[in-house]
């Protein structure tokens, strides 16, 4: 499976947009880009997936670069609820397993 | 509520102790996984099943066993606690082995402590 780097931590205003960046420059044809975020000790929360277009829901908008080598999960107004681990994972269609990096810190500031 | 159910919540056990931690899930889904998150790391998979009767090793599967009768349920065996083994398991599961549009379902963990 591909490995994902991240920045370890990051700032963001509350009320503005964090951009949170991952390299998944190793990632294969079949392999999809997914985020999840970890609030506290919580369980990881699913967020968005993608594959090579890209993609919104409720939660945050999903930025592919078109090499597919790097994405950008973007939460479009963040809330101080918004504070989590986020974490960039790269899922193989034919494989049954996925890792997780260390992810981002997230910290949104009032 | 559907979703996935880890038992016990915390639990403590002394070095050399065995012990089975709980899995389950009511969504029929059929992929089921164990990780663990040791205090400021990321998660590590232990053990996964892509079905029942079907399991595998992850990245860190050394002192745990996994089986996988049914398919609502995957439990977790410490062989012989170590202190460290000490860490917080999540069980997760999603629909299928590969993509889903759900993501994973995580359960709520189950803080361990090897003294």
């Known amino acids: 499976d591909a490995k994902t780097t991240q920045p370890t931590s990051m700032d963001c205003a509350e009320g503005r947009a964090a951009n949170l960046p991952c390299n998944h420059s190793t990632i294969s044809g079949n392999e999809y880009v997914y985020w999840y975020r970890q609030i506290h000790s919580q369980g990881p929360q699913y967020i968005i997936h993608?594959?090579?277009n890209n993609e919104t829901n409720e939660m945050a908008s999903l930025i592919i670069t078109e090499d597919r080598k790097s994405s950008t999960l973007i939460l479009p107004h963040a809330t101080l609820r918004d504070t989590a681990v986020y974490y960039c994972i790269v899922v193989n269609t034919n494989a049954g397993k996925s890792t997780f990096g260390d992810g981002t810190t997230l910290t949104v500031k009032p | 509520n559907a979703g996935v159910t880890q038992t016990p919540k915390f639990q403590v056990l002394k070095t050399g102790q065995s012990m089975t931690l709980q899995c389950a899930q009511d969504?029929?889904?059929?992929?089921m996984s164990w990780y663990r998150q040791d205090p400021g790391m990321g998660l590590r998979l232990i053990h996964y099943s892509v079905g029942a009767g079907i399991t595998d090793q992850g990245e860190v599967p050394n002192g745990y066993n996994v089986s996988r009768s049914t398919t609502e349920d995957f439990p977790l065996r410490l062989l012989s606690a170590a202190p460290s083994q000490t860490s917080v398991y999540f069980c997760?599961?999603?629909?299928?082995?590969?993509?889903?549009?759900?993501?994973?379902?995580f359960g709520s963990g189950t803080r361990l402590t090897v003294v």
């Open positions: 997760a599961s999603s629909y299928t082995r590969t993509v889903s549009n759900y993501g994973y379902t």
């Open positions: 969504m029929n889904h059929e992929y």
């Open positions: 993608g594959l090579k």
